[in-house]
């Protein structure tokens, strides 16, 4: 797996993607240099990493409660799919 340039891995699941929002955005209007809309979408197929990473970290920590046969509460990782 690529890593992500530091500036991007430090960043929330929301300010990464209002960024990736921006640079889409952008890119549609079509306007700016060839080079600038290139770096720009690869600053935002990185975005979209991280997005997907943070995605993915949440995913694994929700946990959905259970009610035992003995009426004990215990949690167990959601079945998200």
């Known amino acids: 797996?690529?890593?992500l340039p530091?500036?991007?891995a430090a960043l929330s699941f929301e300010d990464a993607l209002g960024e990736l929002e921006r640079i889409v955005r952008?890119?549609?209007e079509g306007k700016g240099r060839?080079?600038?809309a290139i770096d720009a979408?690869?600053?935002g197929i990185a975005l979209k990493r991280h997005c997907e990473g943070k995605l993915a970290e949440a995913q694994a920590r929700v946990e959905?409660?259970?009610l035992g046969p003995?009426?004990?509460l215990s949690t167990q990782p959601a079945d998200i799919g």
Do not use: A, F, K, P
């Open 64 to 66: 959905s409660i259970v």
């Open 26 to 28: 952008q890119l549609e």
């Open 1 to 3: 797996m690529v890593e």
């Open 70 to 72: 003995e009426g004990i």
């Open 34 to 36: 060839l080079d600038e």
């Open 41 to 43: 979408y690869t600053r």
């Open 6 to 8: 530091t500036d991007i």
